[in-house]
């Protein structure tokens, strides 16, 4: 009965948008046939952009949809394993299986279709599948997450619910679209907010059985064991991605470089020593889900204790879901790195142990180019500049203190501080450079200098009334030349 | 401005100074101090030497020296290089010590971005250094353990490393007034409910200004016995500095009680520089809001 309700609120949202430009004209002829000119122009100015803002919004954003070409498609033959599976979870589900497989670099799976009229109307299905997933959880694991997608469209027993989650997925979309925008959109917004409000007031109740009852196809399907761990798994690998491509890819592919290896060094990742408190930490305390506002998810807990409850045995062993993809899962390297890139060779390919060097070391190259530039090329002249008394001809004057109003000697000493991290930066670099010391970093990301301790002489060296004397005998007790090579 | 309701309040008719006579910096009082800063900014040190001495013993009065010194040497320390060169005494180092704190400040200001935060530590490490020296040249003076407590409150020192430097302080000057300010403000970076307690022990005055520290998380502050007990105390007292007059009118607004407000105010006459307008963007309009504001309000009660 509440799916009716939804259904007919659904197609509401019409009538109301229609209403209100109904209303909108006849405001404007009122005006026009009694006769008065400034508030026909002004009601036809106002009255028309948000006449079109609401078109916008029913048209442009409803008619649209959140799927769209992301991450490799994978077509059945390069992936049949993968295509198989997928269409034995959506026979077994009971709903047709998508039209196309995408698999995306996102800890994350999703069913997707390209809906008209506000998701009242289905066509092209696309299912995306995380390549992080296929890379930590087993078959069965991704069996369960899997068929949870599906089975939000699969339901028979309420079968307008599939329209009830599109559209509500198409009035998110719509709110949200609108809201970004000009006024007038959002003065659209606003209305239909209220609307949207009194649509997930009836339909609360309704995702959360949907969550749950996918939750149960996909358990009778996979078994409770792999439904409990997948759901208790999935912030896990979804905290260790995030800090594998924030942390580690996306900085060495800014800074120009491409691994050699990307879902294998992500396996290492996983593996390593310092992770494994952080990571257990997230299993036993997993994140509270950033609950959209609209977000009907139920809580993890009562997830995995209505899984449980249910107590499907296994079927078969199981393995890797890795082991699915054909050439060794080469396709999830693909889906942060295209062939392109490679053919074009903008990017160069290093291994990660180079790479933790090369990244710290570049991130000291930056740090210490200005110094370089304004000091004559190389420690070696920052230092004679620095002995000739030149060190105010070092300090930027682009930045200025936190504070509205500083004062000369405050603007000075923040400028100091400044200089000290690019000479600390630049020494670091030149001790590097001539093997004397290197950069270690681990995964957290936690970068350790190997080399000596130079903190107190290049407090020296850039004191105002401080000598280069001790770091130039440090450095010579190290056989450094203080030309670097760069 | 049309619509502006206080422009009907005209402080003047409550025998207030008029708007345009509040201000929110004045010169120095004290003629020697005044003329020792003028000195200082021309870039010599003996009168500051000369104002310095004379403080030895006096611990709040030498605070008060030390700070206004020390102001001069965070806007510029040429005068305080000369004065080490020449006569490397107790006296600079305690204002040396003083007026790092106040640079590091300034770099800090209201901002919280990495570089400025950085900067901040870095200059407060370079402070604590400096005040240890003045410790090792003068271990009686309280003072640089007071500028200790400004470093603990900036750096967030463990509260077990507080407490040595807070030891040292009051076995020195067990009443030292800038150090209990600066005490307070350690405290609100590490628990609201230990701060009051260590307000409530050392008086009326500390107590506002916790309660200022701590109304943006808790406006209901302003209406506990604790500030209404620091009020009545406040109000009892023979003499009070601007500062506790200051935030006599924020307790005493927040009460209702706008014309004991007024009184507060017809004693500060024009002088907006004290706390607690000076934490505020705008301090002398601030000031002028809320005296204009009290004049209204009382009005309407009559």
Same mark, same amino acid.
């Given at each position: 009965?509440?799916?009716?309700?939804?259904?007919?609120?659904?197609?509401?949202?019409?009538?109301?948008?229609?209403?209100?430009?109904?209303?909108?004209?006849?405001?404007?002829?009122?005006?026009?046939?009694?006769?008065?000119?400034?508030?026909?122009?002004?009601?036809?100015?106002?009255?028309?952009?948000?006449?079109?803002?609401?078109?916008?919004?029913?048209?442009?954003?409803?008619?649209?949809?959140?799927?769209? $070409?992301?991450?490799?498609?994978?077509?059945?033959?390069?992936?049949?394993?993968?295509?198989?599976?997928?269409?034995?979870? =959506?026979?077994?589900?009971?709903?047709?299986?998508?039209?196309?497989?995408?698999?995306?670099?996102?800890?994350?799976?999703?069913?997707?279709?390209?809906?008209?009229?506000?998701?009242?109307?289905?066509?092209?299905?696309?299912?995306?599948?995380?390549?992080?997933?296929?890379?930590?959880?087993?078959?069965?694991?991704?069996?369960?997450?899997?068929?949870?997608?599906?089975?939000?469209?699969?339901?028979?027993?309420?079968?307008?619910?599939?329209?009830?989650?599109?559209?509500?997925?198409?009035?998110?979309?719509?709110?949200?679209?609108?809201?970004?925008?000009?006024?007038?959109?959002?003065?659209?917004?606003?209305?239909?907010?209220?609307? =949207?409000?009194?649509?997930?007031?009836?339909? =609360?109740?309704?995702?959360?059985?949907?969550?749950?009852?996918?939750?149960?196809?996909?358990?009778?399907?996979?078994?409770?064991?792999?439904?409990?761990?997948?759901?208790?798994?999935?912030?896990?690998? $979804?905290?260790?991605?995030?800090?594998?491509?924030?942390?580690?890819?996306?900085?060495?592919?800014?800074?120009?470089?491409?691994?050699?290896?990307?879902?294998?060094?992500?396996?290492?990742?996983?593996?390593?020593?310092?992770?494994?408190?952080?990571?257990?930490?997230?299993?036993?305390?997993?994140?509270?889900?950033?609950?959209?506002?609209?977000?009907?998810?139920?809580?993890?807990?009562? &997830?995995? =204790?209505?899984?449980?409850?249910?107590?499907?045995?296994? !079927?078969?062993?199981?393995?890797?879901?890795?082991?699915?993809?054909?050439?060794?899962?080469?396709?999830?390297?693909?889906?942060?790195?295209?062939?392109?890139?490679?053919?074009?060779?903008?990017?160069?390919?290093?291994?990660?142990?180079?790479?933790?060097?090369?990244?710290? !070391?570049?991130?000291?190259?930056?740090?210490?180019?200005?110094?370089?530039?304004?000091?004559?090329?190389?420690?070696?002249?920052?230092?004679?500049?620095?002995?000739?008394?030149?060190?105010?001809?070092?300090?930027?004057?682009?930045?200025?203190?936190?504070?509205?109003?500083?004062?000369?000697?405050?603007?000075?000493?923040?400028?100091?501080?400044?200089?000290?991290? $690019?000479?600390?930066?630049?020494?670091?670099?030149?001790?590097?450079?001539?093997?004397?010391? &290197?950069?270690?970093?681990?995964?957290?990301?936690?970068?350790?200098?190997?080399?000596?301790?130079?903190?107190?002489?290049?407090?020296?060296?850039?004191?105002?009334?401080?000598?280069?004397?001790?770091?130039?005998?440090?450095?010579?007790?190290?056989?450094?030349?203080?030309?670097?090579? !760069? | 401005?049309?619509?502006?309701?206080?422009?009907?309040?005209?402080?003047?008719?409550?025998?207030?100074?008029?708007?345009?006579?509040?201000?929110?910096?004045?010169?120095?009082?004290?003629?020697?101090?005044?003329?020792?800063?003028?000195?200082?900014?021309?870039?010599?040190?003996?009168?500051?030497?000369?104002?310095?001495?004379?403080?030895? /013993?006096?611990?709040?009065?030498?605070?008060?020296?030390?700070?206004?010194?020390?102001?001069? /040497?965070?806007? *510029?320390?040429?005068?305080?290089?000369?004065?080490?060169? @020449?006569?490397?005494?107790?006296?600079?180092?305690?204002?040396?010590?003083?007026?790092?704190?106040?640079?590091?400040?300034? %770099?800090?200001? @209201?901002?919280? @971005?990495?570089?400025?935060?950085?900067?901040?530590?870095?200059?407060?490490?370079?402070?604590?250094?400096?005040?240890?020296?003045? %410790?090792?040249?003068?271990?009686?003076?309280?003072?640089?353990?007071?500028?200790?407590?400004?470093?603990?409150?900036?750096?967030?020192?463990?509260?077990?490393?507080?407490?040595?430097?807070?030891?040292?302080?009051?076995?020195?000057?067990?009443?030292?007034?800038?150090?209990?300010?600066?005490?307070?403000?350690?405290?609100?970076?590490?628990?609201?409910?230990?701060?009051?307690?260590?307000?409530?022990?050392?008086?009326?005055?500390?107590?506002?200004?916790?309660?200022?520290?701590? @109304?943006?998380?808790?406006?209901? %502050?302003?209406? *506990?016995?604790?500030?209404?007990?620091?009020?009545?105390?406040?109000?009892?007292?023979?003499?009070?500095?601007?500062?506790?007059?200051?935030?006599?009118?924020?307790?005493?607004?927040?009460?209702?009680?706008?014309?004991?407000? %007024?009184?507060?105010?017809?004693?500060?006459?024009?002088?907006?520089?004290?706390?607690?307008?000076?934490?505020?963007?705008?301090?002398?309009? *601030?000031?002028?809001?809320?005296?204009?504001?009290?004049?209204?309000?009382?009005?309407?009660?009559?």
């Amino acid at each position: 009965m509440r799916a009716v309700v939804a259904v007919a609120l659904l197609v509401g949202v019409y009538v109301l948008g229609l209403a209100l430009i109904a209303g909108i004209v006849l405001v404007n002829v009122l005006f026009l046939v009694h006769d008065r000119p400034i508030g026909f122009v002004w009601s036809v100015v106002i009255g028309g952009t948000l006449a079109f803002a609401l078109l916008t919004g029913l048209f442009t954003i409803a008619g649209a949809s959140d799927d769209e $070409e992301r991450g490799e498609p994978v077509g059945e033959q390069d992936e049949p394993e993968l295509w198989a599976l997928v269409r034995r979870l =959506a026979d077994e589900v009971g709903t047709r299986p998508p039209d196309r497989l995408f698999v995306v670099a996102e800890a994350n799976a999703a069913v997707s279709q390209r809906t008209r009229l506000l998701g009242l109307v289905a066509t092209t299905r696309r299912m995306y599948v995380g390549a992080p997933l296929l890379a930590c959880l087993t078959e069965r694991q991704l069996s369960f997450v899997l068929a949870h997608e599906l089975g939000h469209y699969g339901n028979h027993d309420t079968r307008l619910a599939g329209v009830v989650a599109a559209g509500r997925v198409a009035l998110v979309r719509m709110l949200t679209g609108l809201n970004n925008r000009s006024w007038y959109h959002v003065v659209v917004a606003v209305m239909f907010a209220y609307y =949207a409000k009194l649509y997930f007031a009836v339909t =609360a109740s309704l995702s959360r059985q949907q969550e749950l009852a996918a939750d149960a196809t996909a358990t009778r399907i996979a078994g409770s064991e792999a439904a409990v761990s997948a759901l208790r798994e999935l912030p896990v690998v $979804e905290a260790a991605w995030t800090l594998f491509h924030d942390r580690h890819f996306r900085p060495a592919w800014e800074a120009g470089f491409l691994p050699t290896t990307i879902f294998a060094a992500f396996a290492g990742l996983r593996g390593s020593p310092e992770l494994g408190a952080y990571l257990d930490e997230v299993r036993q305390n997993p994140p509270e889900r950033v609950l959209g506002r609209y977000d009907s998810h139920p809580p993890l807990p009562d &997830r995995i =204790a209505a899984v449980t409850a249910m107590a499907v045995p296994s !079927r078969g062993p199981d393995r890797p879901a890795g082991a699915l993809l054909a050439n060794n899962g080469a396709v999830m390297d693909r889906t942060l790195v295209s062939p392109l890139v490679e053919q074009l060779g903008v990017k160069q390919r290093v291994d990660w142990a180079t790479l933790s060097h090369t990244a710290a !070391r570049a991130t000291r190259v930056d740090r210490s180019r200005r110094l370089a530039r304004v000091g004559g090329g190389s420690l070696g002249t920052v230092l004679d500049l620095l002995d000739e008394g030149r060190l105010s001809s070092l300090l930027r004057t682009d930045v200025r203190p936190g504070s509205g109003t500083p004062g000369p000697r405050a603007r000075r000493e923040f400028a100091r501080g400044l200089l000290i991290g $690019e000479l600390t930066a630049l020494v670091e670099l030149t001790l590097a450079d001539q093997r004397h010391a &290197r950069w270690e970093s681990d995964w957290l990301g936690r970068t350790t200098f190997h080399g000596p301790d130079l903190t107190t002489e290049i407090d020296q060296a850039t004191d105002d009334r401080g000598s280069t004397g001790g770091l130039r005998a440090a450095l010579a007790g190290l056989r450094v030349d203080q030309v670097p090579t !760069r | 401005m049309a619509l502006d309701p206080t422009r009907h309040a005209d402080p003047e008719r409550w025998g207030l100074v008029p708007d345009a006579y509040v201000r929110d910096v004045f010169p120095e009082e004290d003629p020697v101090l005044a003329r020792a800063v003028t000195a200082a900014s021309r870039g010599q040190w003996r009168q500051a030497a000369d104002a310095m001495k004379p403080t030895w /013993g006096d611990w709040d009065d030498r605070a008060r020296v030390t700070l206004a010194l020390a102001r001069e /040497g965070a806007r *510029t320390d040429e005068w305080l290089n000369t004065w080490r060169d @020449e006569q490397p005494d107790r006296d600079l180092a305690a204002v040396d010590a003083a007026a790092w704190v106040l640079v590091a400040k300034e %770099i800090l200001g @209201e901002s919280d @971005e990495e570089d400025h935060v950085d900067g901040f530590h870095r200059v407060l490490r370079r402070a604590e250094r400096a005040a240890r020296h003045a %410790i090792h040249l003068a271990p009686q003076d309280p003072t640089p353990w007071w500028t200790l407590v400004e470093v603990a409150g900036g750096l967030s020192f463990d509260q077990a490393r507080f407490a040595e430097i807070w030891h040292e302080l009051v076995s020195r000057a067990p009443r030292h007034r800038a150090a209990h300010e600066a005490a307070l403000e350690y405290w609100a970076g590490q628990s609201s409910d230990v701060m009051l307690d260590f307000a409530a022990n050392a008086g009326p005055s500390l107590v506002l200004r916790a309660a200022f520290l701590l @109304e943006d998380e808790d406006p209901l %502050i302003w209406r *506990t016995e604790l500030v209404a007990d620091a009020v009545d105390q406040l109000l009892a007292a023979d003499e009070l500095s601007n500062d506790d007059r200051g935030h006599l009118v924020l307790a005493l607004y927040d009460h209702n009680r706008f014309a004991e407000v %007024i009184e507060q105010f017809r004693a500060l006459g024009g002088r907006a520089d004290g706390a607690p307008w000076s934490r505020f963007e705008d301090p002398k309009g *601030t000031f002028l809001e809320y005296r204009a504001n009290s004049c209204r309000k009382a009005a309407l009660k009559i």
